[in-house]
């Protein structure tokens, strides 16, 4: 059975920092691209990162890019989102994604997908 678990998120003030990570099992983790995506309620969920199999390929939406990073270690079968300076507009519930084949970061064209964890940034 697959099951992606996020974890690490919170509530933080602004200008904090928070790691989330994602572990991965019933599936060939480093076979997949692995995403990062957020959700406010009410709204589309959006890209925030994604990283390629190999690892040195990343990228990020517009409005995280500098402050949050994305990594995996697939030795441990898991991705994570380091995010610093965080600002209240980060926050939303975060999903952890695999996708298959290729790389997007449409949110659509993403395998399997976590629960999501609350990440709350207050002012």
């Known amino acids: 059975q697959v099951q992606l678990v996020e974890s690490g998120g919170g509530l933080v003030q602004a200008g904090g920092s928070l790691r989330l990570s994602c572990t991965a099992s019933?599936?060939?983790?480093?076979?997949?691209?692995w995403g990062w995506f957020r959700q406010v309620s009410g709204k589309e969920r959006e890209f925030v990162a994604l990283v390629g199999r190999i690892g040195t390929n990343t990228d990020y939406a517009r409005s995280v890019k500098g402050r949050f990073t994305i990594s995996r270690d697939n030795a441990k079968n898991a991705v994570y989102l380091q995010m610093n300076s965080l600002k209240p507009a980060d926050t939303a519930v975060y999903y952890c994604?695999?996708?298959?084949?290729?790389?997007?970061?449409?949110?659509?064209?993403?395998?399997?997908w976590g629960q999501g964890t609350q990440v709350t940034v207050s002012s």
């Open positions: 994604a695999a996708k298959r084949m290729g790389i997007t970061s449409s949110p659509g064209d993403y395998d399997v």
């Open positions: 019933g599936l060939p983790f480093s076979s997949y691209a």
